[in-house]
């Protein structure tokens, strides 16, 4: 596996892997999110609400938005991507809560590339894990590395 | 933080007047809003996220940039999801947890943008005694143009 820094599509391999951001995780930076995004559902805020059972679940405090490891995810792949990059797509479940106190952090591996007829797109395997190693998320990504003439080479 | 002091933080109001699991029907659209996207709102997105992104906050840098001006992150469907619907809308019942999502990419939302959304409940289904809902969503710009795609799965409150 090689740690990829160049994003020319000619030179990417299968298995290559890129490191996203780093992200501290606090009842501050989840309150910033609830701000930034408007979702302010309680499981996010009231850690007497997050005392009580979910079904067979309990969380035992507040934890943090899912679609907080969708928008690092993203991140992820935007930094990577040169210019004429394009962020197509991006699937992803929860594997497992993220809350204060935890450092997370994205990363991903090429899985494979492909040409259509007027363009060239490559998938990502994409991963969150904490601090511990542990995955918090999994999922996919497709980008768009448009053919310089338009079509395929 | 202007747009946060606007918008009702709190889930438990109108808690009531939202659909419950059985209440939703699969396939009907979901009232829905338009939403100037305005930069402060993109910045604080930024923020959030830790996006340092020079297309999306720095006009001079975006002015010379591939998208002539300054745009939004993919991933500002996150904040337009709340953004485009009302209170009542069943996304916001507390104790709604989301299970995953999937977003396709088209064109970015730019600052200045009014933004509709055309939303449904596509199905629900009951899996290991836990309520599921899945959304269908689709964010189109004031000229018509889709932004972006996005399916996702909610497991209900009880």
């Not at chain 2, 010379?64 to 001006?69: E, N, R, T, V």
């Not at chain 2, 005694?129 to 899945?134: E, G, I, K, S």
Request: charged share 25%; aromatic share 8%.
């Amino acid at each position: 596996m090689t740690k990829t820094t160049t994003t020319d599509f000619d030179t990417l391999r299968d298995g290559d892997t890129i490191d996203g951001p780093t992200f501290a995780v606090s009842r501050e930076s989840i309150r910033l999110f609830c701000d930034a995004s408007l979702d302010y559902n309680p499981l996010h805020l009231d850690d007497d609400y997050m005392k009580g059972d979910f079904g067979r679940t309990n969380f035992g405090g507040i934890i943090m938005h899912g679609m907080n490891n969708f928008g690092l995810i993203s991140r992820m792949i935007t930094d990577w991507l040169p210019p004429e990059g394009v962020h197509r797509r991006l699937e992803t479940r929860w594997v497992k809560p993220v809350r204060p106190g935890d450092v997370i952090q994205p990363t991903a591996s090429i899985k494979a590339r492909q040409t259509t007829h007027k363009s060239r797109w490559v998938l990502l395997d994409v991963q969150v894990r904490n601090q511990k190693g542990e995955q918090v998320a999994v999922g996919e990504a497709m980008v768009e590395f448009p053919s310089p003439t338009g079509a395929a080479a | 933080m202007a747009q946060a002091q606007s918008f009702e933080t709190d889930f438990w109001k109108d808690a009531n007047l939202r659909k419950s699991w059985d209440e939703i029907v699969p396939g009907e659209p979901r009232k829905t809003l338009p939403y100037l996207l305005t930069q402060e709102a993109i910045a604080l997105y930024c923020k959030a996220v830790g996006e340092t992104n020079p297309l999306y906050l720095d006009e001079k840098a975006a002015k010379a940039g591939p998208h002539g001006g300054l745009v939004a992150p993919p991933s500002i469907h996150i904040l337009l999801m709340f953004s485009c619907t009302p209170a009542d809308d069943w996304m916001r019942s507390p104790g709604t947890i989301n299970a995953g999502q999937s977003w396709s990419y088209n064109i970015h939302a730019r600052p200045g943008d009014t933004i509709r959304l055309e939303a449904r409940a596509l199905d629900k289904f009951i899996k290991r005694q836990r309520l599921f809902v899945v959304h269908d969503n689709v964010f189109f710009n004031q000229h018509g143009q889709v932004i972006c795609s996005g399916r996702g799965q909610t497991i209900r409150p009880l």
